[in-house]
């Protein structure tokens, strides 16, 4: 049967969370239950999990606007780099959208028959504020996330240093990371060195080419306007994508594959750097590639259909 999935998602900042999304609508062994909404304007990313919903024929499935507020990211990417993909009709049109984001975490976990994946793969606000008001969830699920960077920064050799979603909230990560349920995490150590380049980004381009109905033709589009909108080469889509840091953690939820794991002590500072440190906690961490060329296979292969 496939895993229950509850999605907490910055959608419409980076563009890795669009390809994320993509591929957890494209893969069988995840079912995908509700999304939640992150970070800044929750309703503009509401707006584009609902129009990539609506491409997939998955329009059931629940939109939970969570808890917005500033953002620790560059200027370029604040506001709605992606607003000219969707809009507020995407998500009027949508067919449940619950405007506490959070409390639809929390009853989705309790009414759920067996333990879903919280699959967070933007800052951990919601998540921390549903275990505040229900502790019991730590209980009833499991959690996977894009978080931290371990020993390794987003330099290849480079010291690790605080990543983007412990950063934006690094009280929250604390508390997540301090829950007592299983938590496994995709840090930079591996997700920082996902690009499609050569022959797996131009199967992408080519599929989503010839499918303008398809899941890629939609991913495709909205890296195109995103990537003049935050000041990036607007001709990189031809060759490559960016880095697709989400996309492992959606691979997380139902295989290790590929992947070293270990089970480290960590700890999230203040400042939002991700220790090892004996006082920490126990989190499954997937902390080196043993078969990257496998997984990379396995991205294009979902993405094409």
Known sequence: MPI??????????????????????????????????????????????????????????????????????????????????ADARDLASHSTVHADGVQALVDAIDASPEPPVVLAIG???????????????????????????????????????????????????????????????????????????????????????????SLAAAVLETYRLWLPAVGRNPERWRDRSTVLFDTVAVYLAFSEAGLEMETLPLAVRDDGLTAIDPAGHAVRVASAWTDYAAFEALVVQRLCG
């Open 4 to 85: 229950p999935v509850l999605l907490d998602t910055d959608i419409g900042t980076d563009i890795d969370d669009a390809w994320a999304l993509a591929m957890l609508l494209a893969s069988p062994e995840l079912d995908l239950k509700l999304v939640t909404t992150v970070s800044g304007e929750t309703d503009y990313r509401g707006g584009l999990c609902a129009r990539l919903l609506a491409v997939a024929g998955r329009r059931d499935v629940p939109i939970g606007l969570g808890i917005g507020g500033p953002l620790r990211v560059p200027p370029a990417m604040q506001g709605q780099p992606q607003g000219g993909w």
């Open 123 to 213: 800052p951990l606000t919601n998540i921390a504020e549903a275990l505040r008001r229900a502790p019991r969830i730590a209980g009833r699920a499991r959690f996977v996330g894009m978080q931290g960077a371990v020993r390794v920064g987003y330099q290849p050799g480079s010291p690790p240093r605080p990543e983007y979603n412990v950063l934006a909230d690094p009280g929250a990560a604390q508390a997540v990371f301090a829950a007592p349920w299983e938590k496994t995490i995709t840090p930079v150590d591996t997700c920082g060195s996902v690009v499609l380049r050569g022959e797996a980004y131009a199967r992408f381009a080519a599929h989503a080419g010839a499918r303008p109905d």
